[in-house]
């Protein structure tokens, strides 16, 4: 088993190629197709962290020519992206990620006027303001709950563990657990993609 042996049993799988015996052995005792849905789980959360929801369909596509489409949309946003950052850095505006830290540090010039990166509404920052993740599983489904229906739409388990101070993948496993019990008593519904929502009174 090599990387590039995997990767090339991956890119068949992707073009619709079929297998000989080799690739099939390869495909099975490489868990291909566990690789293939890891990436593609990355591929959909780059597009929703860029913004572009809409390539979503054409990325769930399983047609050939919407395949090469959607690649070469992908290439034309990064490299007009790239040149709009370049232009921005060339004029003295970097947008730091950790600007407290990182200014004092790497900043030159006009750059250490530069504002801080916006990361969006789907980044739940560390504050202190964070509800506590309670102790008892009870007060824990609740407190879920209850962060589900203040959110302004659907969460992912990561993004609820989040929510609370202190938590994180600490409490993750948790979360996924009492999301679930939430799901089964009809209080929050699960959406395709692996998010939540809470369910609004009628």
Same mark, same amino acid.
Do not use: C
């Given at each position: 088993?090599?990387?590039?042996?995997?990767?090339?049993?991956?890119? #068949?799988?992707?073009?619709?190629?079929?297998?000989?015996? #080799? $690739?099939?052995?390869?495909?099975?005792?490489?868990?291909?197709?566990?690789?293939? $849905?890891?990436?593609?789980?990355?591929?959909?959360?780059?597009?929703?962290?860029?913004? @572009?929801?809409?390539?979503?369909?054409?990325?769930?596509?399983? &047609?050939?020519?919407?395949? /090469? #489409?959607?690649? &070469?949309?992908?290439?034309?946003?990064?490299?007009?992206?790239?040149?709009?950052?370049?232009?921005? &850095?060339?004029?003295?505006?970097?947008? @730091?990620?950790?600007?407290?830290?990182?200014?004092?540090?790497?900043?030159?010039?006009?750059?250490?006027?530069?504002?801080?990166?916006?990361?969006?509404?789907?980044?739940?920052?560390? $504050?202190?303001?964070?509800?506590?993740?309670?102790?008892?599983?009870?007060?824990?489904?609740?407190?879920?709950?209850?962060?589900?229906?203040?959110?302004?739409?659907?969460?992912?388990?990561?993004?609820?563990?989040?929510?609370?101070?202190?938590?994180? /993948? /600490?409490?993750?496993?948790?979360?996924?657990?009492?999301?679930?019990?939430?799901?089964?008593?009809? @209080?929050?519904?699960?959406?395709?993609?692996?998010?939540?929502?809470?369910?609004?009174?009628?």
């Amino acid at each position: 088993m090599t990387l590039t042996g995997l990767y090339n049993v991956l890119e #068949k799988i992707r073009a619709g190629v079929p297998l000989d015996a #080799k $690739d099939q052995d390869v495909k099975e005792r490489g868990r291909v197709l566990i690789l293939k $849905d890891l990436h593609d789980q990355i591929d959909r959360a780059t597009m929703q962290a860029y913004g @572009w929801d809409d390539l979503i369909p054409l990325f769930s596509s399983s &047609e050939d020519d919407e395949s /090469k #489409k959607l690649d &070469e949309i992908i290439l034309e946003r990064l490299v007009a992206l790239n040149a709009e950052r370049a232009a921005e &850095e060339a004029a003295g505006h970097v947008r @730091w990620l950790r600007p407290d830290y990182q200014i004092p540090r790497f900043a030159k010039g006009a750059a250490a006027k530069s504002g801080q990166l916006d990361l969006g509404e789907t980044v739940v920052a560390i $504050d202190k303001s964070l509800p506590v993740f309670p102790k008892d599983k009870g007060e824990q489904v609740m407190a879920i709950r209850a962060v589900l229906e203040a959110a302004n739409g659907p969460m992912d388990a990561a993004a609820v563990s989040r929510a609370f101070k202190g938590g994180g /993948k /600490k409490i993750e496993q948790r979360v996924v657990q009492a999301l679930s019990t939430l799901v089964r008593y009809g @209080w929050i519904t699960a959406l395709p993609g692996g998010a939540y929502a809470a369910r609004r009174a009628a």
